[in-house]
């Protein structure tokens, strides 16, 4: 059964994140509900080599194209209250918000529903579904540990872009692809980014015994 997944981009840094994550989803056949808020446009314009023309059909083009994801995105407005991430009746199996900007976050952990990004959110709190929250802020405020508080609270997973660096990382790559491999975990999906814990220096900590 293919699984159906839905990604939101907000206007958080590190939207590398998000694009390798994309990437993997198509590639193990996953059907995306691709949702971009226009923050984070600006963000992959800034961040990336990757620069979306303005029109909302094109950047879904070049999306699709990037993620070699032809039939298998399909990018939602914000304002499309008529798609499967809207109601608990057609509702994606998972959802992953990265990165997830403080505002997002925010509205998510009060439940608003103010535009798809926070409706498809509300969907999987209500719904008892996987919710994984991806904020890459710091240093964190108060209201922004409230806020992660609130949504886990909710049923939300909340997986701050945090690497880690027992793998050696040999370059930014590496580092996203260990966050990436994180998310993918707790989609219950398959990954081979990288290696798990103890795959690799489980025999070298055992000899030092």
């Not at 198509?26 to 963000?43: P, Q, T």
Request: charged share 20%; aromatic share 4%; with cysteine.
């Amino acid at each position: 059964m293919t699984a159906r997944i839905a990604l939101a981009m907000t206007g958080g840094s590190g939207v590398q994140y998000a694009l390798k994550l994309l990437k993997v989803l198509v590639a193990e056949g996953c059907h995306v509900y691709l949702m971009m808020s226009d923050a984070a446009k600006v963000v992959i314009n800034t961040e990336t080599d990757l620069q979306l023309p303005e029109s909302f059909e094109d950047t879904a083009t070049a999306l699709s194209a990037y993620a070699i994801g032809s039939g298998r995105i399909e990018m939602l407005g914000k304002t499309d209250w008529f798609s499967a991430p809207a109601s608990g009746s057609h509702a994606p199996d998972a959802m992953v918000v990265v990165p997830a900007s403080g505002g997002t976050l925010s509205a998510i952990a009060i439940g608003a529903s103010n535009n798809l990004i926070e409706r498809a959110a509300d969907v999987m709190l209500k719904e008892r579904k996987p919710l994984i929250l991806v904020p890459r802020e710091t240093p964190l405020s108060k209201i922004h540990l409230k806020n992660m508080l609130a949504a886990t609270d909710a049923g939300a997973i909340v997986m701050p872009a945090s690497p880690g660096f027992y793998n050696n990382p040999q370059s930014i790559e590496d580092l996203v692809d260990f966050m990436v491999a994180r998310i993918l975990d707790h989609l219950s999906l398959p990954q081979s980014l990288q290696p798990k814990w103890g795959d690799h220096c489980g025999a070298a900590s055992s000899s030092k015994e």
